[in-house]
């Protein structure tokens, strides 16, 4: 795989499908780069992207389909270093071009997207997706 940079601090291996088998295929949306970005310059720590994008074979395999906006290059997992999960939170809600906003408390990171459609935003318990509400607001520090 060429390693290139893609902006001003992430490169295309920060984005590009980890599945082991493909030679680490690749497809972003410069909305979700400069969403990565815009956490860059507000948080200024390293941002790991746990999960960009996922290739077909891989995709297939780990939602049973190939139609999840991470495929479509439309969506990130990310954890930013020595950052609360509540305080990524907070910022990502703030931001009306993301649409889809999941939480997972175990694994400590946030799935954000831009799916066309209206805004979703759920936590992850138990492998479960939960739509966000109160309960899960004040059990998860999320107001
Ligand atoms: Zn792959
Ligand atoms: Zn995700």
Request: hydrophobic residues 30%; contains cysteine; glycine residues 6%.
């Amino acid at each position: 795989m060429k390693n290139f940079k893609i902006s001003h601090n992430f490169s295309r291996k920060d984005f590009s499908c980890k599945c082991g088998k493909c030679d680490n295929e690749f497809r972003i949306s410069l909305t979700i780069v400069g969403i990565v970005e815009h956490l860059k310059g507000k948080f200024n720590k390293r941002i790991k992207i746990v999960k960009g994008y996922l290739c077909e074979e891989y995709s297939k395999e780990v939602y049973g389909h190939d139609k999840d906006y991470h495929h479509f290059g439309k969506a990130v997992d990310l954890i930013i270093e020595e950052v609360p999960l509540k305080e990524v939170f907070k910022e990502v809600e703030s931001m009306s071009e993301i649409t889809g906003i999941g939480v997972y408390p175990a694994e400590n990171y946030i799935h954000i997207d831009i799916r066309d459609k209206d805004r979703e935003i759920w936590v992850k318990e138990r492998s479960e997706k939960i739509p966000m509400s109160d309960r899960l607001r004040t059990q998860y520090d999320l107001l």
